[in-house]
T-cell receptor, first 110, second 116 residues
Framework: DAGVIQSPRHEVTEMGQEVTLRCKPI?????LFWYRQTMMRGLELLIY????????DSGMPEDRFSAKMPNASFSTLKIQPSEPRDSAVYFC????????FGAGTRLSVL | AQSVAQPEDQVNVAEGNPLTVKCTYSVSGNPYLFWYVQYPNRGLQFLLKYITGDNLVKGSYGFEAEFNKSQTSFHLKKPSALVSDSALYFC??????????????FGGGTRLMVKP
């Protein structure tokens, strides 16, 4: 298996634009997680899916953030509209016991 | 609620010396404990885990961790540090209670610097 695949690896956008981050989990994993990492706040869990259903979204910062998992092999994290304070590295992870992380998407909002 | 504390932002050690990265945790039930490593511009990589059994757990790259229930600690150790071990290390915990789900709670991370 290729591991957790995230795209794009880097995203630069302007304030107010919509940003969509994509994740393909490891086949067979039923749990999927979205995290955000910044120097100031460290690693934060944004949302957790189990069997494609959102279980805990208490970490989603505000209504500008939304996440979907339409099927077992794909998830998206959308920010609309984006703001400079959303600049961070966003990670997707999958797995039930051990979580396996993707390489991340580095988002810069100018 | 579950929580993890990594009391040191950075640990400095000379190559060849033993290293310890500290972690303490708090859970309602019994803990599942994990260590992850993050190299620059990479995602977190699993190093080792404790679920049950022997308190000394061995993992990847020569790392090991000791579970101490009375001190609620799970310190990461390596007998002889390498420069290539320099990275950011995260401790994580999950409660074994059914309603805890599969979520991990991560510590704030400890940067390990190994100098030649």
């Amino acid at each position: 298996d290729a591991g957790v695949i995230q795209s794009p690896r880097h995203e630069v956008t302007e304030m107010g634009q919509e940003v969509t981050l994509r994740c393909k989990p490891i086949s067979g994993h039923n749990s999927l997680f979205w995290y955000r990492q910044t120097m100031m706040r460290g690693l934060e869990l944004l949302i957790y899916f189990n069997n494609n259903v959102p279980i805990d979204d208490s970490g989603m910062p505000e209504d500008r953030f939304s996440a979907k998992m339409p099927n077992a092999s794909f998830s998206t994290l959308k920010i609309q509209p984006s703001e400079p304070r959303d600049s961070a590295v966003y990670f997707c992870a999958s797995g039930e016991g051990i979580q396996y992380f993707g390489a991340g998407t580095r988002l810069s909002v100018l | 609620a579950q929580s993890v504390a990594q009391p040191e932002d950075q640990v400095n050690v000379a190559e060849g010396n033993p290293l310890t990265v500290k972690c303490t945790y708090s859970v309602s039930g019994n803990p599942y404990l994990f260590w992850y490593v993050q190299y620059p511009n990479r995602g977190l990589q699993f190093l080792l885990k404790y679920i049950t059994g022997d308190n000394l757990v061995k993992g990847s790259y020569g790392f090991e961790a000791e579970f101490n229930k009375s001190q609620t600690s799970f310190h990461l150790k390596k007998p002889s540090a390498l420069v290539s071990d320099s990275a950011l290390y995260f401790c994580a915990v999950r409660d074994d209670k059914h309603n805890a789900g599969n979520m991990l709670t991560f510590g704030g991370g400890t940067r390990l610097m190994v100098k030649p």
